[in-house]
């Protein structure tokens, strides 16, 4: 089944994602910490990990990398002003109107999502 994981500091922006995905299919879950996403993680690995890029416990791009290490099939997404250094992980601008993050997630959800070069 396809799940889905968030991961933001910002409670009005999780909650953003919430009214946003809730057509996608498959699972949702959200976090709001580095510690509280690896507890899911370790729960179930998700399909697709979008974070944001700051969190009170660490940084979303180390998040996405510890989860990309124990589960490399996991697509993988930054939710943030500025792209990735690195060149495995997409990045989904906070600027971004809702359509285009809404199919870009989808895109990640079936898994044909095109990496930054």
Excluded: N, Y
Excluded at 27 to 36: I, M, P
Excluded at 67 to 96: F, G, Q
């Amino acid at each position: 089944m396809l799940t889905f994981l968030f991961v933001d500091e910002d409670p009005r922006s999780l909650a953003a994602l919430r009214r946003l995905v809730r057509d996608l299919p498959g699972g949702k879950r959200f976090a709001r910490c580095v510690e509280e996403a690896l507890a899911l993680v370790r729960e179930e690995a998700p399909c697709v990990v979008v974070t944001g890029d700051l969190l009170p416990d660490g940084d979303g791009l180390a998040l996405l990398e510890q989860v990309r290490a124990r589960h490399p099939r996991t697509a993988c997404a930054l939710h943030a002003v500025r792209p990735p250094l690195a060149r495995d992980i997409t990045w989904m601008d906070r600027a971004a109107p809702p359509s285009e993050v809404h199919a870009l997630l989808r895109t990640l959800g079936t898994g044909s999502a095109t990496h930054p070069a």
